[in-house]
């Protein structure tokens, strides 16, 4: 079974860039998409960022629009996701998972979860 590994997080300041990497192991991405969603403390698990594996259309939420941008490294069996001028209410636990429901942005669609890798962003 395929095992999926975050990393890249981080404390980084307001405005600044980090880039996440969601690395498939023990096998390769075979779902209908890969997603990222995130969990601020508190709060509930939501979508952030999905891209379709066959297609490689992409899919954001609208707070990230313009800012946040998935790809994939097929050869690398990889997962990115490029977060550019963050923002405070970024920080949160980000995670990778995959899916093989077309359309769906909702946690319990999705099946695969890495442990997460934490974005703290300063103000």
């Known amino acids: 079974q395929v095992q999926l590994v975050e990393s890249g997080g981080g404390l980084v300041q307001a405005g600044g860039s980090l880039r996440l990497s969601c690395a498939a192991s023990g096998g390769t991405f075979s779902s209908y998409a890969m997603g990222w969603f995130r969990q601020a403390p508190g709060k509930e698990r939501e979508f952030v960022a999905a891209?379709?594996?066959?297609?490689?259309?992409?899919h954001y939420a609208d707070f990230v629009k313009g800012r946040f941008t998935i790809s994939r490294d097929n050869a690398k069996n990889t997962v990115y996701l490029q977060m550019n001028s963050l923002k405070s209410e970024d920080t949160a636990a980000y995670y990778c998972?995959?899916?093989?429901?077309?359309?769906?942005?909702?946690?319990?669609?999705?099946?695969?979860w890495g442990q997460g890798t934490r974005v703290t962003v300063s103000s």
């Open positions: 998972a995959e899916t093989d429901i077309a359309g769906s942005y909702y946690p319990a669609d999705y099946h695969s």
């Open positions: 891209l379709i594996r066959s297609s490689g259309m992409t």
